[in-house]
Structures are given as structure tokens and as C-alpha cells.
């Protein structure tokens, strides 16, 4: 049964592949697996319907068959394994893994959204100007940590894998910043994962939503 997922109607970062579907899009490509896309718009995203899939009235969701699924991380470990090749056979190798699926998530990501969320809500408050190097500060703490552990390995732990691409997925939320160019090697191995042929046929399927809407 092909799988359906759900993506913003309108991308609200103008295609630049920083929705959370893009995670989910990756994955399926990665794993080899045909999925269908189901399009929502900012208003359905809250009605009673989506919130039965997603009780946050976000996306993406996930469906196949009797599954329902929320959440971009737990949707991504559910396809590394139902699938070869996002996680390590052994089984040390993919409690490793999983662990970087929540270290990207839990540990690098909040302070990155708090750093868009300061930028895109709060620069009109009188304080933005103060808050805005301490939030990119803790960044800077956790990015040198993350740099020291990959030195010059290509990935996180031997092969790509969901951490990885988890990892790149949340680094990736700082371009247009010079933050993540401090440190050479963190930008050399979102460059690597950026370079997967799988990750541009994602970043190309969520693009052509917003091209389409541009158009429409």
C-alpha cells in the first residue's frame, strides 16, 4: 500500500525545503518507497479532520493503511524500520543511530527554531536586539560540540543514516545565516547530504508545490 503524506498547499518558505514534509519526502526516497502527497492549506490544517491525523493541527502526517502517524521524527524512524538502509544492521549500530535521530531533534533543533522565532516574531520588541546573540550564542555552544564529535568522518557513525539525515534537516533551517560557515566541516556534511541524489528528488517534489501555487 502506498503511503500518503501531508504537506503544506502553499509553502510558507518559498521552497526552500525547510517544511518538515521534506524530512518525511527524503526518507521514502532514501528507502525507495512510492508515496502520494495530500496538499493542506493553513485553514484545514486546523479543522477537526486533520486534527484527528494531527492533534497539533500541523504537518506532515502520515497514512498507510490502518496507520495514522504525526510528528516528522517518529514518522522517519517508522520508515528506517519498515525499510533497508536508514538504519545499521546491527543492533548497537541502530541504537546509535536512533540516538542521533533524537539528538538532532531534541538537542540541535530547539535553539535553532528559537532563533527563526525571535527573527520572524519578536524583532518588533524592544528587547529582540538584546535576546537575539544569547539565542544564537546557545547555537554556537551546541554546533562546536556537534562539530568536535564528526571531526572529518563523513557521517555521524559509519554510514548515512536517519540520524544523519535528520541532522542535515535541522542544520539545513540555518541557511541564509553565516553561523553554520564557523564551522567547515558542519557545513561540508550538510553539503554532502544535500549532494544525495535522494535528497534532491525530495527537495524537488516540495519545490514544485510552490512553483505550482506561484503559478496558480
Known sequence: MIPVITAFEKSPDRGRGQARDMRVRWALEEVGQPYDVRLVSFSEMKEAAH???????????YEEGGLALFESGAIVLHIAERHGGLLPDDAHGRARA??????????LEPPIVDRAIAMLVERGE????????????RIRV???ELSSRLGNSDWLDGAFSAGDLLMVTVLRRLNGS????EYPNLSAYVARGEARPTFRRAFDA??????????G
Open 126 to 137: 524592544t528587547w529582540y536586539e538584546q535576546r537575539l546573540p544569547v539565542v544564537e550564542d
Open 98 to 107: 536512533i540516538t542521533w535521530i533524537f539528538a538532532a531533534l531534541n538537542t
Open 178 to 181: 553565516d553561523i553554520l560557515h
Open 206 to 215: 516540495q519545490l514544485a508545490v510552490f512553483a505550482a501555487a506561484s503559478t
Open 142 to 144: 551546541r554546533l562546536a
Open 51 to 61: 486534527r484527528a491525523l494531527h492533534p497539533f493541527g500541523q504537518i506532515p502526517t
